[in-house]
């Protein structure tokens, strides 16, 4: 079993349309969450950091579950920019981050 | 200061060969890191530095893979012998060591082993 896991979609929705992605992960130790965007054959950039409260930057709103180790990302009000792979990633200490395999949004129009 | 660059940003070479490639983190950051990532999975990985100490490195890298930051800046990494498999998108990443703020990756090297 992989220490994050994503569903790697690929989600396809229309533009307008709400979507969200959850991401799993194993070891309850784990102490900070983000979630990058990587666009096709480009580097992972922070979409933002997730913290236990909750947070959201505009149309994103990030939540994590520290019970059930889930984390989650929202997207209203989808722009065809969005389309991109969405990685999850997780700490387990001030070290290494751990990356899932992505999940797909494809936004049309 | 523009960020991670890496260098080459493509490599193509003949199994059994050597590569190295080169990483300029941000420079007020003292955590650097590398990565693999091959297409349709999530960037693997490799190894990282705080300052010039090499403070972890994956038991998935063979002995073949060796990598260095000499002062503490730019690092390299090193791949001997390489096979077929070692082709990937390598990555590095740079952040502040307390590492809340995520990383900031460079463009990457693609290295294609033929």
């Known amino acids: 079993r992989k220490e994050v896991e994503q569903d790697p979609g690929p989600f396809n929705v229309p533009e307008g349309a709400t979507v969200a992605f959850n991401c799993t992960y194993s070891?309850?130790?784990?102490?900070?969450f983000f979630w990058y965007r990587q666009d096709c054959r480009k580097e992972p950039k922070l979409l933002m950091s997730?913290?236990?409260s909750g947070n959201e930057d505009g149309r994103f709103t990030a939540q994590l579950n520290r019970a059930s180790q889930y984390i989650s990302l929202l997207i209203r009000d989808s722009k065809l920019s969005d389309s991109a792979t969405y990685l999850c990633?997780?700490?387990?200490?001030?070290?290494?981050?751990?990356f899932g395999d992505g999940t797909t949004l494809t936004v049309k129009p | 200061d523009t960020g991670v660059s890496q260098d080459p940003r493509h490599k193509i070479t003949k199994r059994g060969q050597n590569v190295t490639f080169r990483c300029d983190p941000i420079?007020?950051?003292?955590?650097l890191y590398w990565y693999r990532q091959t297409l349709g999975q999530g960037p693997e990985f490799l190894t990282y530095?705080?300052?010039?100490?090499?403070?972890?490195k994956s038991r998935l890298l063979s002995d073949r893979f060796s990598a260095e930051r000499p002062k503490g800046s730019f690092s390299t990494l090193e791949i001997q012998r390489t096979e077929q498999g070692d082709s990937a998108m390598y990555l590095c990443?740079?952040?502040?060591?307390?590492?809340?703020?995520?990383?900031?990756f460079g463009s990457g090297t693609r290295l294609t082993v033929v």
């Open positions: 997730v913290y236990s």
């Open positions: 990443a740079s952040s502040l060591s307390t590492g809340s703020g995520g990383y900031t």
């Open positions: 530095f705080q300052n010039e100490a090499q403070l972890e």
């Open positions: 990633v997780v700490n387990t200490n001030a070290g290494k981050s751990t």
């Open positions: 070891n309850s130790a784990s102490q900070s």
């Open positions: 420079s007020e950051h003292n955590r």
